[in-house]
């Protein structure tokens, strides 16, 4: 019994070019679906199809991420410097609130496809907030950000000092991961 064998370019075609020219990423879903369509039609074995998904499932991510770093490189041309409005302890210094932060930022996010969640692991004496910023082509891309807790303030308490770190981590997560400059002019 002779294999069956999925044409995907008809044989002999040739494509010459005489300068470089842009390619438009391809519909994805509609042509993995008609590459898949064609396969089940030639009859195409478990692996070919497996194979098939996989090329699918690649071509689809690699298409997402790009559509995540053109819609953030949008956001970014666009994305005021955010003035740090609030005083820290004892005047020492200004910061920008994360609360700040996203209010003035969110119609941005929205604009260009962006979500975002924010979450938190704390460990002895350390806390990271991971903000998780997802694009609506699917990318995702996790912005990290992990300090020690303040232990040397004897006006808090220990949920306090957590509390508090955490709450520095989460802003410095969101700012790094979508790429915004805070000034104090």
Same mark, same amino acid.
């Given at each position: 019994m002779k294999p069956e064998t999925l044409e995907l370019m008809p044989t002999g075609s040739a494509v010459t070019r005489t300068e470089p020219q842009a390619v438009a990423a391809p519909n994805l879903p509609a +042509? &993995? #679906?008609? !590459?898949?369509? =064609?396969?089940?039609?030639? /009859?195409?074995?478990?692996a070919t199809m497996k194979e098939m998904l996989a090329m699918r499932r690649e071509l689809m991510a690699e298409s997402a991420k790009r559509a995540f770093d053109a819609s953030m490189a949008d956001f970014q041309a666009e994305c005021p410097i955010i003035k740090k409005e609030r005083a820290g302890a004892k005047n020492a210094y200004r910061y920008a609130p994360? +609360? &700040? #932060?996203? !209010?003035?930022? =969110?119609?941005?996010?929205? /604009?260009?496809?962006?979500?975002?969640?924010?979450?938190?692991?704390?460990?002895?004496?350390?806390?990271?907030?991971?903000?998780?910023?997802?694009?609506?082509?699917?990318?995702?891309?996790?912005?990290e950000f992990k300090v020690p807790v303040d232990n040397k303030n004897p006006m808090m308490s220990d949920p306090q000092r957590y509390g508090g770190a955490i709450t520095f981590a989460k802003r410095y997560a969101f700012a790094n991961g979508f790429g915004i400059l805070t000034t104090d002019e």
């Open positions: +042509d &993995a #679906v008609a !590459l898949i369509a =064609r396969a089940i039609d030639s /009859k195409a074995d478990v994360l +609360d &700040a #932060v996203v !209010l003035q930022v =969110r119609d941005l996010v929205r /604009k260009h496809g962006f979500s975002f969640s924010i979450t938190a692991e704390v460990e002895p004496g350390w806390v990271k907030a991971i903000c998780t910023i997802t694009h609506c082509q699917g990318h995702s891309f996790p912005s």
